[in-house]
Nanobody
Framework: QVQLVESGGGLVQPGGSLRLSCAAS????????MAWYRQAPGKQRELLAGITSGGSTNYADSVKGRFTISRDNVKNSWYLQMNSLKPEDTAVYYCNAELVVVVGTTPGSYDFWGQGTQVTVSS
């Protein structure tokens, strides 16, 4: 069964850093785009950063210069390094990926989500 498993959330003081990890497991043929989202209470889910299979990255203005997305194709994993954290970064963080998997006998591209991990920035 294909799944994404996140780790690395927690409580950090303002100005601190955290590194989130996401690992894809199961019968995966390939991984196309990978991304990180977050959702704060009462707000819509927000795209923070994305990385393509070729390594091109893009960032939301709210995290540009503070967050860095990277990927390890050998490990089917990707990461979000978060620096200079602010209280407004407090949210549940989700990893997301477009995975190519076989359904029946046919390969296809499908969107998968991690379970979410809480990040709290507070003194």
């Amino acid at each position: 069964q294909v799944q994404l498993v996140e780790s690395g959330g927690g409580l950090v003081q303002p100005g601190g850093s955290l590194r989130l990890s996401c690992a894809a497991s199961g019968s995966i043929l390939s991984i196309n785009n990978m991304a990180w989202y977050r959702q704060a209470p009462g707000k819509q889910r927000e795209l923070l950063a994305g990385i393509t299979s070729g390594g091109s990255t893009n960032y939301a203005d709210s995290v540009k210069g503070r967050f860095t997305i990277s990927r390890d194709n050998v490990k089917n994993s990707w990461y979000l390094q978060m620096n200079s954290l602010k209280p407004e970064d407090t949210a549940v963080y989700y990893c997301n990926a477009e995975l190519v998997v076989v359904v029946g006998t046919t390969p296809g591209s499908y969107d998968f989500w991690g379970q979410g991990t809480q990040v709290t920035v507070s003194s």
